[in-house]
């Protein structure tokens, strides 16, 4: 049970660095504009950074929120990321209707050998039914999927955040 746990809270540790994870932030055009500052005496005026543009995802939800309430709900398809696991890639994809999970798509799994196939035959239709039931990424780990489990759950993760179904 105490291993368990320690593998759930590592789990989530892990996954929460891979959502917040900024791949922007390591590219070569994130320190383009850098300025170097010298100090002392001939120290530079360095201006401010130009503020983000606004995501359009705001825009969209604020879109959302102004339609007049006869104008039927969207349907959102988001694909999660490819999330590179031991055994193999997992990324699944989400439709979304009117604010609810109605669909979750399992794209890619490891299929490198029979066992994993056999393992994921069995995982992907138990995930996809917590993550309908529960409209969320909070899916149990399944004894013998775990690997999977934990690359399924980070790809929808983020792609429930990307339709807007996660703050």
């Known amino acids: 049970m105490r291993r368990a746990l320690v593998i759930v809270a590592a789990t989530a540790a892990s996954a929460a660095a891979v959502i917040h994870f900024n791949a ?35 825009r969209e939800r604020d879109l959302a929120k102004t339609r007049p309430a006869s104008t039927p709900p969207a349907s959102v398809d988001v694909l999660g990321p490819v999330v590179s696991t031991r055994w193999g890639p997992v990324q699944v994809r989400v439709v979304v209707q009117g604010g609810v999970l109605v669909d979750v798509v399992t794209v890619r799994v490891p299929d490198g050998d029979r066992k994993s196939v056999q393992i994921n035959e069995r ?19 399944l004894s013998g999927a775990t690997i999977t489990w934990e690359g399924y759950t980070v790809s929808l993760q983020i792609a429930l955040a990307e339709a807007g179904l996660v703050a």
């Open 24 to 58: 922007d932030a390591l590219s070569p055009r994130a320190t383009e504009n850098t300025v170097p500052v010298e100090t002392g005496a001939s120290a530079a005026q360095v201006p401010s950074p130009p503020a983000p543009a606004p995501q359009p995802r705001a």
């Open 123 to 141: 995982a992907t239709p138990v995930y996809r039914a917590q993550a309908l039931e529960r409209q969320s990424a909070g899916i149990d780990i």
